[in-house]
């Protein structure tokens, strides 16, 4: 299936790998997706910023609200033409995260949302984003928590993905490439979503991939509740004895390069 944002712009076809805003039927993905840039976008001021795969471009653009400096950087030729024609602030490029065209301690921020999910070699690209970095200079890391997202699975769910990850994994990760980990966040559903889900069978998640699955219309009442959906329907916080870590829905990482 392929569809456009919004504004009459011809916008980039939904692959599985990328959000994309201004659709009602992606719109859960995307505050998913939104939230975590909205809540942690300050770390950004006044800073140079890199977002290694910054896919549609959104993300990029709303840390240029704030940064100094904001490069994009994408593999995919149609997500560089985009974000150059629709993000004028982006300092958008074309190249490969195992080996950022970067120069060492080129910036002060590297944000990597819902990225590494897709990388064959998870390792190299840590290490280069280590490399780019100042020291001092921190990686904002989200991705989907493999506990929740391909629960009991060997293989991730999703066909795109080529290796999920759960907090440990995650954390072992970066500390291998010499980052000191300055916190571990979860994104949760608030009480909002907990309604839908209860409205959708337990879990408005599920509702959406039946659909998707069986390439089935969908329900007035899915895709209201479904477009409904803003940031605030989420939390993004520490795991906590109620609510752990392994239960939240996607990771996000906040590390600091010494």
């Known amino acids: ?50 977002e290694a795969g910054s896919g549609e471009g959104y993300g990029a653009d709303l ?6 400096t904001v490069i994009g950087l994408d593999y995919d030729e149609s997500a560089v033409a985009h974000v150059r024609a629709r993000y004028p602030r982006v300092d958008m490029r074309h190249g490969n995260l195992a080996e950022l065209p970067l120069p060492d301690g080129a910036v002060d921020v590297v ?3 819902q990225v590494i999910e897709h990388l064959w070699d998870q390792g190299q690209f840590v290490t280069e984003c280590a490399r780019v970095l100042r020291p001092g200079g921190t990686l904002l890391m989200s991705t989907p928590n493999r506990i929740t997202f391909s629960p009991g699975r060997d293989t991730p769910v999703n066909p795109f993905h080529t290796r999920e990850l759960n907090a440990a994994e995650l954390t072992e990760l970066l500390e291998a490439a010499g980052f000191r980990m300055e916190a571990m966040l979860g994104v949760y559903h608030g009480p909002a979503l907990a309604e839908l889900d209860a409205r959708h069978g337990g879990s408005i998640i599920d509702a959406q991939i039946a659909r998707a699955l069986a390439d089935a219309p969908w329900s007035a009442e899915l895709l209201a509740d479904v477009e409904s959906v803003t940031i605030d329907h989420f939390d993004l916080a520490p795991g906590s004895e109620t609510r752990p870590i392994d239960d939240s829905l996607d990771l996000v990482a906040i590390a600091v390069r010494p």
Do not use: K, Q
């Open 63 to 68: 840390i240029a609200d704030v940064a100094r």
């Open 1 to 50: 299936m392929s569809a456009s944002v919004t504004d009459g712009d011809p916008g980039l076809p939904l692959t599985g790998e990328r959000t994309i805003p201004g659709l009602a039927e992606e719109n859960y993905w995307f505050r998913r997706h939104e939230v975590v840039y909205r809540r942690l976008v300050e770390r950004c001021r006044d800073r140079d910023v890199l």
């Open 111 to 113: 944000v990597n949302f």
